[in-house]
């Protein structure tokens, strides 16, 4: 079944923790990006990857990091996550970096940082 | 700067009446227009998508939307709302020749009564 897969989903922290979201799918896409879901503000894009080892700053990507080591996984990191950083977060992924292709998701990651 | 306004953050209808949900766009190139559907505790589902073809467009579970560039608007229609239906749903606008990166509505979460 052709999917994303995100891990954890859900997950409790204190701040300074440092954490890792993962993600993987198994389309072969070539573009993934995290998003996270406020109340309010919808999604806002945090990192994209157009492929292998190319990443880039979406909207919102203060206090995060990526890495994008192989095609099908692209791990979110929070080096020292902070209450601010409680949110919704999703992976996604399409086939190719073009607009009007469409992003499929993942169910989401619940997290707080307490 | 390519933004998305949903109107109305909650919406209410009665079983078998009609799902209005309303969304306008502004972006200075012709965009791709999107919804998507959040059901509880669940990630996000592509309902239907504008990609310059059609202006009328159906997507899954009953629902179309239309695209007007004269009311930079992609209203979210269904004639008859099933309890089903009842989850969060958000509209999503990406300018074309651009990435794959949504530029997304706060949402609206619909409710259905029998």
């Known amino acids: 079944e052709a999917q994303v897969t995100q891990n954890p989903r859900y997950l409790i922290t204190v701040t300074g923790k440092k954490l890792t979201v993962t993600c993987s799918q198994n389309?072969?896409?070539?573009?993934m990006s995290w998003y996270r879901q406020d109340p309010g503000l919808g999604l806002r894009q945090i990192y994209y990857?157009?492929?292998?080892?190319?990443?880039d700053k979406g909207d919102v990507p203060e206090g995060y990091k990526v890495s994008r080591k192989e095609k099908r996984n692209f791990p979110l990191i929070l080096e020292s996550p902070s209450p601010n950083q409680t949110s919704l977060y999703f992976c996604a992924s399409s086939p190719i970096a073009g607009s009007g292709n469409t992003i499929y998701f993942g169910e989401g990651s619940w997290l707080t940082v307490v | 700067a390519q933004s998305v306004t949903q109107l109305g953050s909650h919406v209410s209808v009665s079983e078998g009446a009609l799902v209005l949900l309303r969304c306008n766009y502004s972006s200075s190139v012709p965009p791709y227009l999107f919804w998507y559907v959040q059901y509880p505790n669940q990630g996000l589902q592509l309902l239907l998508k504008y990609t310059s073809a059609a202006t009328l467009v159906k997507g899954i579970n009953g629902f179309e939307a239309e695209f007007k560039k004269s009311e930079t608007s992609f209203h979210l229609t269904k004639p008859s709302a099933h309890m089903s239906d009842a989850a969060e749903y958000f509209c999503a606008v990406s300018e074309s020749g651009g990435y794959n990166k949504l530029i997304f509505g706060a949402g609206t979460r619909l409710a259905v009564h029998p």
């Open positions: 389309m072969n896409h070539e573009y």
């Open positions: 990857s157009m492929n292998v080892e190319v990443t």
